[in-house]
T-cell receptor, first 112, second 111 residues
């Protein structure tokens, strides 16, 4: 699993509440990514990071923010959750010369 | 904007049969990835294709890349039930390795 831990694994929350998802890696990878997976869309990139305090937007970044204050942790925050953010969220790291991304186990988020 | 299209979206096939999944993408890219996902699980890396004409094989799966046609194929030979899963292709853009995924092909292998 490339040493990636996502927490929590499941979360149910209410519309309008803030939510933070955590991605933790133990192998000092520089690049980390957050994706969301929805039926009919495959995976879509939300934000990514290329180092401590270095982040950038992906395809579907509206409504999300990220932070990376140390190499091992990449946090995804929904400032005010909406029902459209109900999804499965995957964190990934990039590894090796072929830049393969390896994924965590995912977080299933339901916003009611 | 890069678009990645996979077809078919759903494939039901009998054990022992051969079939191909297609992945078309709209702009130039220097690498293409194939992943497998079992229901309720994470994604597992299968192949990375780095150049035109690249072919990679693992067991009953073989992936190829034609960068001029912007097409990758995932060929399944003599399917077995254990291959039932959803398969995604993903195309790399830029130095940050941002991936754009296809919508996936759900493969069901029946007896």
């Amino acid at each position: 699993d490339a040493g990636i831990t996502q927490s929590p694994r499941h979360k149910v929350t209410e519309t309008g509440t803030p939510v933070t998802l955590r991605c933790h890696q133990t192998e000092n990878h520089r690049y980390m990514y957050w994706y969301r997976q929805d039926p009919g869309h495959g995976l879509r990139l939300i934000h990514y990071s290329y180092g401590v305090k270095d982040t950038d937007k992906g395809e579907v970044s509206d409504g999300y923010s990220v932070s990376r204050s140390k190499t091992e942790d990449f946090l995804l925050t929904l400032e005010s959750a909406t029902s459209s953010q109900t999804s499965v969220y995957f964190c990934a790291i990039r590894q090796g010369a072929k830049n393969i991304q390896y994924f965590g186990a995912g977080t299933r988020l339901s916003v009611l | 904007e890069l678009k990645v299209e996979q077809n078919p979206l759903f494939l039901s096939m009998q054990e022992g049969k051969n079939y191909t999944i297609y992945c078309n993408y709209s702009t130039t890219s220097d690498r293409l990835y194939w992943y497998r996902q079992d229901p309720g699980k994470s994604l597992e890396s299968l192949f990375v294709l780095l150049s035109n004409g690249a072919v990679k094989q693992e067991g009953r799966l073989m992936a190829s890349l034609d960068t001029k046609a912007r097409l990758s194929t995932l060929h399944i030979t003599a399917a077995v039930h254990d291959l039932s899963a959803t398969y995604f292709c993903a195309v790399n853009t830029g130095t940050a390795s941002k991936l754009t995924f296809g919508t996936g092909t759900r493969l069901q292998v029946t007896l």
